[in-house]
């Protein structure tokens, strides 16, 4: 049996790189962080689409990351139009940047965001707002109002276009996490000033506030913002169950609010331990290392929905019916009136 009747995974990375050769036998993640700033991914399609068929998911939006390329998919969404939607960021400046091309500035991955939406071939801005991926090796920390400012211009874009942005919230225990890059990763309150002052833009937060851990206290913070502001939302992939149910108690989150999104493509296994809440959960594991294969993010993510007893149109609205609306999918769906109205912004949009 099928968990729902339209499945859309949000949070796809359909490339990869071939990094073994670049990390000389190293198994650590800021090895691995640091190689892939300078090389080329490849199209790890074949295996999506293996995983898709298997688990039953009807779509998937491609996200680049800053590391990898909005090309291929571009290129993926042109191949398999049913199957494919693409959100963009600015890859091009981040690269030109690491290489010491050019300085980088938030006014130029603006004007690049802006020329790749303008296209036509891309749905919404993201992963995550933008940053200068120089800022940590010149030891140059931002402050709030400096990091706010640089995301009001990203958010600019995506109100001219009609898009929603993404914002990173959640962090891992692998990659060097720092406050140089996007430190709303773990101020997530921040995100309420933005979340005010464009109301017109449909805001994603990335994970959730979980992008791997147990720990709750960015879920509590991503909760309280998503609950304030109608144009919200959150992605749950990676959430257990009782998180989910948690949101779904909220009188002003509840299933309208909730993506399913899972970071599928990601290197970061899943971790069991023998304590009561939560048993198992994704996590970058140092002393396991890089994995080396492709994690199985579908079948641990899909069973913690098969926990939830709640009626069959809020799964579908958290499944793919909230994507539908926020992406403006409605063209792709194989029929109308799949999923409930949901009232509010975004209900046409």
Same mark, same amino acid.
């Given at each position: 049996?099928?968990?729902?009747?339209?499945? =859309?995974?949000?949070?796809?990375?359909?490339?990869? #790189?071939?990094?073994?050769?670049?990390?000389?036998?190293?198994?650590?993640?800021? $090895?691995?962080?640091?190689?892939?700033?300078?090389?080329?991914? *490849? %199209?790890?399609?074949?295996?999506?689409? *293996? %995983?898709?068929?298997?688990?039953?998911?009807?779509?998937?939006?491609?996200?680049?990351?800053?590391? #990898?390329?909005?090309?291929?998919?571009?290129?993926?969404?042109?191949?398999?139009? %049913?199957?494919?939607?693409?959100?963009?960021?600015?890859?091009?400046?981040?690269?030109?940047?690491?290489?010491?091309? =050019?300085?980088?500035?938030?006014?130029?991955?603006?004007?690049?965001? %802006?020329? @790749?939406?303008?296209?036509?071939?891309? +749905?919404?801005?993201?992963?995550?707002?933008?940053?200068?991926?120089?800022?940590?090796?010149? /030891?140059?920390?931002?402050?709030?109002?400096?990091?706010?400012?640089?995301?009001?211009?990203? @958010?600019?874009?995506?109100?001219?276009?009609?898009?929603?942005?993404?914002?990173?919230?959640?962090?891992?225990?692998?990659?060097?996490?720092?406050?140089?890059?996007?430190?709303?990763?773990?101020? =997530?309150?921040?995100?309420?000033?933005?979340?005010?002052? #464009? &109301?017109?833009?449909?805001?994603?937060?990335?994970?959730? /506030?979980?992008?791997?851990? *147990?720990?709750?206290?960015?879920?509590?913070?991503?909760?309280? +913002?998503?609950?304030?502001? $109608?144009?919200?939302?959150?992605?749950?992939?990676?959430?257990?169950?009782?998180?989910?149910?948690?949101?779904?108690?909220?009188?002003? +989150? /509840?299933?309208?609010?909730?993506?399913?999104?899972?970071?599928? /493509?990601? !290197?970061?296994?899943?971790?069991?331990?023998?304590?009561?809440?939560?048993?198992?959960?994704?996590?970058?594991?140092?002393?396991?290392?890089?994995?080396?294969?492709?994690? $199985?993010?579908?079948?641990? !993510? #899909?069973?913690?929905?098969?926990?939830?007893?709640?009626?069959?149109?809020?799964?579908?609205?958290?499944?793919?019916?909230?994507?539908?609306?926020?992406?403006?999918?409605?063209?792709? @769906?194989?029929?109308?009136?799949?999923?409930? &109205?949901?009232?509010?912004?975004?209900?046409?949009?």
């Amino acid at each position: 049996m099928r968990l729902g009747r339209f499945i =859309i995974d949000t949070h796809v990375h359909a490339q990869r #790189f071939a990094a073994g050769p670049r990390l000389q036998g190293s198994t650590s993640y800021t $090895d691995l962080a640091q190689a892939m700033m300078d090389m080329t991914p *490849y %199209d790890n399609s074949p295996r999506l689409l *293996y %995983d898709m068929e298997r688990y039953g998911v009807d779509m998937c939006v491609l996200l680049p990351g800053q590391w #990898f390329t909005n090309e291929i998919n571009a290129q993926l969404v042109e191949k398999y139009p %049913d199957k494919f939607v693409a959100c963009c960021t600015a890859c091009e400046t981040h690269h030109k940047a690491m290489r010491g091309e =050019i300085e980088w500035t938030i006014e130029a991955a603006a004007q690049e965001i %802006d020329q @790749l939406l303008a296209t036509g071939k891309f +749905v919404g801005i993201g992963e995550g707002i933008p940053s200068d991926p120089t800022r940590r090796q010149r /030891g140059k920390s931002i402050s709030m109002t400096e990091r706010l400012d640089e995301m009001r211009v990203i @958010l600019q874009v995506a109100r001219k276009h009609r898009v929603p942005a993404r914002i990173h919230t959640g962090v891992v225990q692998g990659y060097p996490l720092t406050h140089h890059a996007m430190p709303e990763t773990i101020h =997530i309150l921040w995100v309420a000033d933005l979340a005010a002052e #464009f &109301p017109d833009v449909p805001l994603i937060l990335d994970h959730g /506030g979980l992008q791997a851990g *147990y720990l709750e206290r960015w879920v509590d913070e991503a909760l309280h +913002v998503a609950g304030a502001f $109608d144009n919200v939302f959150l992605e749950v992939g990676l959430w257990w169950a009782e998180l989910i149910e948690k949101a779904l108690a909220d009188p002003n +989150v /509840g299933p309208e609010k909730l993506l399913f999104g899972t970071d599928w /493509g990601a !290197s970061m296994p899943f971790y069991w331990r023998p304590a009561p809440h939560p048993r198992s959960f994704p996590q970058q594991i140092r002393k396991w290392g890089i994995p080396r294969h492709q994690v $199985d993010y579908w079948g641990w !993510s #899909f069973r913690q929905f098969l926990k939830l007893d709640i009626p069959q149109d809020d799964l579908n609205l958290i499944l793919g019916g909230n994507a539908v609306r926020i992406f403006r999918l409605e063209d792709r @769906l194989p029929h109308r009136r799949l999923f409930r &109205p949901v009232e509010g912004p975004w209900k046409e949009a």
